[in-house]
Structures are given as C-alpha cells and as structure tokens.
C-alpha cells in the first residue's frame, strides 16, 4: 500500500498556509542580509560540503527517491517522467559535482566596475549585488533542488524552493544534505528552504509575497510559466517557449549550411534552442534542400514545406499556419523558402519566440543586419542554435534562459541573479 | 468662458478608448522595428531638428501653455502645480537645449561588449539593443514630454507618452515639434505618440498592452506610481521614494560631517535624494550635534529627535515611529543617535526606502562595511545625497530613478531604457 507520508500536506487550510508561508519569506529575508554580505569562503565552503553530504548519503537520497518513484508508479506518471524524476548513483554524484563547479566560479558579489571621476571631484561606480530572495518553482527533475539552491547561494541570495510533488522526498533528502552544507559554513539555514506542503496554493502565495521574494523563476514547461506569470505580484524571469530559426542565405557556404541546419534540429529534439523551422533563401534553394532532405530523411526528421519547398522536396507534408508557430520538440521541421534576407527578418520579426536564430551567410553585410535586426536573446552567425546554453557560453551554470528582454536576457547565470548599485567616493563633497 | 477642447476628450467610451489605445501600441510596435535599425546619425538629426522646431515655435508653444494655464486658473491648481506648469522663453531655450544635449551622448545602441571565444570554437558575446516600445506617464511639466521622448528616440525605443491632463496642449504642441524632427530625418513619426485622450482609463489600458508595450516608467508622485503599479501587467522602473540617510560615524572629520549634512538637508528640500533621517554614532554626537543644531536653526529647518539626541539638542521635538518613516520633502529632519555602524545598519535596513544612504567617516573597515551591506540604489561615502542623479553620474540625463532591484537601480538613463542580447559568432560550428 502507498500512502501520502503526513510530513507533506498536500492541501491545507488557506489561514495556515499564509502563515506558513509568510513565516518562509520572513526568515528567507532575514537570511538574505547575511548572505549578502557573506565571504565568497564561506559560501564555497558551504556548497563543498554540501556537495560532500550529497556523495556521504547517496544510499540515503536514493533510498528517498525510491519512495517518490513508488508514488509516481501508483499515480501512474509516464516513462519520460519517471525517467526525469529517478535518481541512481551516477546522478547523485554528478549533482555533487554540479555544487562543486559552482563553488569554484568566481563570485560575482561586491564586483566594482566603471569606478572613474565626475568633474565635481565625485567617484562614482557600480557595485554587483545579490538581489536578496529568490523563488524558484519547477517540475519532477529533483537535481533543480540543488542546481538552483547552489546558485542562488553563490550569488548571495536566499532561495525559497517549490519542487514538484512528485518529487517531494527527493527534494526534502536534498535540502538536508544543502542544510549541512550550510551548517559547517556557519550560514544561516533559512538561506535554503525547501517549501514542505505540496498545496499548488503555496505557488501563488510564494510568487505574490512581494514583501518578501524579489525575484520568481519557473522552471519547467510552458504551462507552469504561464500559470506563475499570470500570478505573479513579484517580477519574473520568463522563460516561455524556443521556436528558434536558422535562415539559410543567398551566399551561405553549402557545407556549412548543412551541417548546421542538420545539427540545429537532430542533435537533440526535446530541448528549447533546437531549430524548429529553416527559412531558405530561393537562390540557395535548389542546392541546399535536396541535400538536407537526404540527411532528415535519414534521421527520420517529418519535413512541412511552404508550396515553393514542395517544388523541390517533393515529398514533404504541406506546412499550415499553425506550424510556423509549433515548437514541436520531436523530429518535425517546417521549411520555408523565401525571397531573401528581408523576408527572412519579416517571419523571424512575425513568429519568432525571441529565443534563438542563426544566420548562415558568407555575406558581411547579410551577417551585421541580421545580428543587428533580429531581437531575440541569442543571434548567431554561422552557428548552430544548439550551443544556446549557459555552459556553451561560459556562464557556468544556468538558471534558465529568459525570452525576456527587462533584467535578464538569454541564458541567466549567477550575474542574472544580481544586480548593480551606484557607489559614490566623495572627501567632504556637497552638491552647489 | 474656459471650455475643454474638443480635440482632448475628457471622458470615452469603453470600445472607443480601448480601439484606440491597442491602434497607439500597434504603430507604436511597428516603429520600434525601424528604430532598433535606424542609425546614430539618423536618430541624431531627428534631435537637432526637433530642437529647432522647438526654438523657432517658441511663440506657438507659449500660446498653447497659456490655454494650459487658463484652464489651470479655472480649476484651481495651487501656485506650485501653476509654476510646474508654465513655459516661458527661458524654459522653452532649455528644452532645446536638452534635447542638442541628448544628441550629443554617444549611442548605447549596438555597443558590444566580452566577445571572446569559447572552447569551442564559438564567440559569445552580448550587445546593447533597445527595449522596444517605452510607456511614459508623468504629471505637470511639459518638458517631460521633449526629455522622455528624445532620452526613448536615442536608445532606439518608440515612446507612447501620456501626460497629465492639465498640460494636454502644451504636450500636443511639443509633441508636433518632434514629429518635425522625425519627419526631417526619415523616421516614423510613431516613433513618438502623445496620447490625445485625458481619460484615466487611457492609463489603465496603456500599462496593460503586454503584446505592444515593453517597460513602463511613472514620473510622478508616490500616489502615481503606486496606481500605476497595481495596475500594470507590464514590468514597471519604480521610483517610490526617497526617505535617505546620512551617518556620521565614531571616526568621522567633524568638518565633513556637518558640510554633508547641511547640504544633504538644505540644498533643496523636495527633491528624493535630500536627506529624511541623520544618524550620528554616540560617541561624536556631543561634538558634532550643537554644531549641525546651530546650522539648521539658522535655516529655519525644524529637528525632530529621538530621546538621546533631544538630551544634546534641547530645543528639539520628540520624534515619533513615524518620522523614521517619513518623506518629509520640506525643512524637517528627524535625527537618530546610535551606538554604531552596526545599529545605523540595522536603522536603515530597517526604514530606508533604498534611494540613498551616506556615510560620513575616516575608518576604512567602517566605508568598506556601508557600502557592502547597504542595500540602496547608491551607497555613498562622505558625500552629500544630493549627488544621486543621472547629470552628477555622468549618465547626461535621466528618465527616472529607480528603488527597483530588478533591470536597472538609481538613475536610468539611456543605458537602463536598452537591454543585451548574446550575440555568436561561428564558422560552421555543431554541437557535438
């Protein structure tokens, strides 16, 4: 028999859990004054022992695992989802691993940057700062719990965290092993808290607690998003959908063209900076398709034409005004061909999701309008979409990657949990 | 007889506004397209040429304030709204002059930044790119209407402006001074739209258009901000208050300290960087004190004191909880005595509204301490608070100042009103 353990309230009455989580956001703000000014030691310290509690009690943390798989398989969750929610040992020890990359970034906190004289005799600078509470929600994957615990703390601020449900042993083993972590470092331990009722009410208490939480990021799919957006009293870091486009130019280098658009949508299929339509250029046309239709014919790649691309892959399904909006996620592409550079930019400009596009070009003026015109987080030239990630781009690690264009853009690293402060030096100076 | 015109209806209907409004932010989107491309020189003509309309309409301009100031009369407003209102030749010149000064700032647009190479081969790097479509609502002044719409046409933004009622001809008529300016440079006139409607529910609909509005700024009164933030489902620059302190230290130059002090409470009292709240450390407060209590008596500013300061300065009023809350904007100061840095930290954190805060001392950990661990827009060390503004920055002018954590902290200027997007460079690059 499986039953809900008492220790996670699945629903509570609403006065408790305002009270309750009222209390988290407190004790979060008050953690986050000692966190901010807290020794980068310290703080490495306490992600390396964390790190090190997770590898010593990996027989535990799986033993906890076991009981939300258990759930799951009662409740029924698909393959992929017990997959996404399973811990072995490889994963507990790369999530160890994961705490470790993090304390060896540098710290972003206190930076000082532009530090130069006024005529007035005035220094003035900025200073980076930690934003001070940081809510995180996401779904099944348990290693979020300490991905995110570990970059808020490295970056000075308090995390509140609400896994999914389905994880919630998981989470609580994890935040145990965070809790030492921060013990041994003499961090106050409300610097991570995991939020221990699964009530989906906690979600819209926590993202409208604007007293307390400074900044909320969702994590999971587009549902999630959009129902903690439409929520939110405190700002959010968006992260909506990836309908990211490669567009083939007039001089595009065959090769590379083939390559890239190859690898944008096969490398992997399930993840946001995968290429969902190319645009290719009519001159272009007639070289590059037959030869890229080959190579997803190959791979088992569904091709959907404009009616200018069914004149050349002929056997392609005709592509619908819905699927220049699809972010499919699976072996499905739209292909259109277009006039060239400008008509290019008009459909990035009309169904892109402000994620990704890559321009493939020999071309230096095609290349700088096209860096220049697209608005999206992340424009490439000669690139594929696929490297789009905090790692690639040497962030570290990465919280999400926001569609957003306030705050952060792109992938959001430790510096996207900061922000800057004016400094000023003055010897006496006052204002004429 | 004073009539409202017609051409400011006071009062749509529901349909009619709404039509409207979603017409403004449509032209306002499309704009914004032509204006990320537009080139520095383009968007500079467009500001000179908005100048000399401005210069040579001089007359025009002072005749459309007067129908401003006559309904004014009508209505009552008091002799400060009247004075903020009013345009003179004198006033008229400077808003030219702003708008050559803007030209003259160097075009955060396009500006490039850590592009370097990855081990993969790639170049990552971000470069500055405008938001896309700047709300602006604001009160009184006119020039609000020529300083937000250049500071938005410079950082590449189309602006919708939405003044307050009693300046509506004074708005429309600058406003045809800067569509001249568009028009000589070949830009869209949307670039700039002044909404013609004084209705309220204009306001509402604005700070809701998601789909065509990018950021919102309020310039106005605390009461402004506040209904313009509950309202808004669009991220809002807030700038609520400013309840700014200033802290003598134990090691503090006596000199110094009463300078910044004085010039920190007297060189104006309404404006948010003056100074709301003096702390001063126990053991330099009966030196210091009689001293600042002579200098302040002298300019007729009244002291409100806590129990220990009113033992020093005798003369004072008892202060209550509610003066450390207090933005008074008039000759008044409450003043705090303390045992320390660590409880004038304690004192801010508590009561600051994270504008403003100064510390006057000679101890290097004491400074090193303040500025880390005040969390306000500018931290500043033995300066007078009156520096915080965009001018004193060097940031040329300023749209607002922010108490936000999140975009952009203390003065925006035209670097807050853009924001970064990754850009990569390959060659045929696949993730592997």
Partial sequence: MVSVPTEFN?????????????????????????????????KNAALMAAADAISHRQADLIAENKKDLELGRARGLNAA????????????????????????????VGEISDLSFRPSGI?????????????????SRPNVTADAAALCLKSGNAAILRGGSEAAHSNQAIARCIHDGLRAAGLPLAAVQVVATTDRAAVSALVQMEEYVDIIVPRGGKGLIERVSADARVPVIKHLHGVCHVYIDDTADIDKAVAIAVNAKTQRYGTCNTMETLLVAESIAPKVLPLLAKEYAAKGVE????????????????ASEEDWHEEYLAPILSVRMVDGLDQALDHIHEYSSHHTESIVSESYSATQRFLR???SSSVMVNTSTRFADGFEYGLGAEIGISTDKIHARGPVGLHGLTSQKYIVLGDGHIRR
Same sequence: chains 1, 2.
């Fill in 10 to 42: 699945t629903k509570m009455d609403t006065d408790s859990l305002r009270v309750m989580m009222r209390e988290l956001g407190a004790n979060a703000k008050a953690a986050s004054r000692a966190l901010m000014s807290a020794s980068t030691a310290d």
């Fill in 81 to 108: 989802l017990m997959d996404r929610l399973e811990l072995n040992a490889e994963r507990v020890e790369s999530m160890a691993d994961g705490l470790r990359q993090i304390a060896a970034l540098p710290d972003p």
């Fill in 303 to 318: 091709l959907r034409g404009c009616a200018r691309t069914l004149k050349i892959i002929t056997d392609a399904k005709a």
């Fill in 373 to 375: 015109e697209v608005d």
């Fill in 123 to 139: 220094q003035v600078g900025r200073m980076r700062v930690p934003l001070g509470v940081v809510g995180i929600i996401y779904e």
